[in-house]
Nanobody, 123 residues
Framework: QVQLVESGGGLVQAGGSLRLSCAAS????????CGWYRQAPGKERELVAA???????NYADFVKGRFAISRDNAKNTVYLQMNSLKPEDTAVYYC?????????????????WGQGTQVTVSS
């Protein structure tokens, strides 16, 4: 069974740091494009950071210079390093990834979502 499992969330004071991990399990060939999203109570889910298969990054304006997305294909894991955290960063953070599979001589890919991890930043 293929799934994305996030970890690393928690409670941190403003100005602190956290590193979120998103591990892909199952018979995966590689991770293509991936990204982190977040959803605060009463708000829409929004893109935080994205990483293309070619290594291009894209960040929401509200995290530029503070957050960094990275990927370790050897470990099938995506990371989000979050520094200088603010109370407004409080949300459930979700990983989204385009996973590539190899089966019977063919490659194919499919997007998956993780279950989310809570990040709470106290003032």
């Amino acid at each position: 069974q293929v799934q994305l499992v996030e970890s690393g969330g928690g409670l941190v004071q403003a100005g602190g740091s956290l590193r979120l991990s998103c591990a892909a399990s199952g018979r995966i060939h590689t991770i293509n494009a991936c990204g982190w999203y977040r959803q605060a109570p009463g708000k829409e889910r929004e893109l935080v950071a994205a990483l293309s298969s070619g290594g291009m990054t894209n960040y929401a304006d509200f995290v530029k210079g503070r957050f960094a997305i990275s990927r370790d294909n050897a470990k099938n894991t995506v990371y989000l390093q979050m520094n200088s955290l603010k109370p407004e960063d409080t949300a459930v953070y979700y990983c989204n990834a385009d996973l590539q599979f190899y089966d019977g001589g063919y490659y194919y890919s499919k997007y998956y979502w993780g279950q989310g991890t809570q990040v709470t930043v106290s003032s």
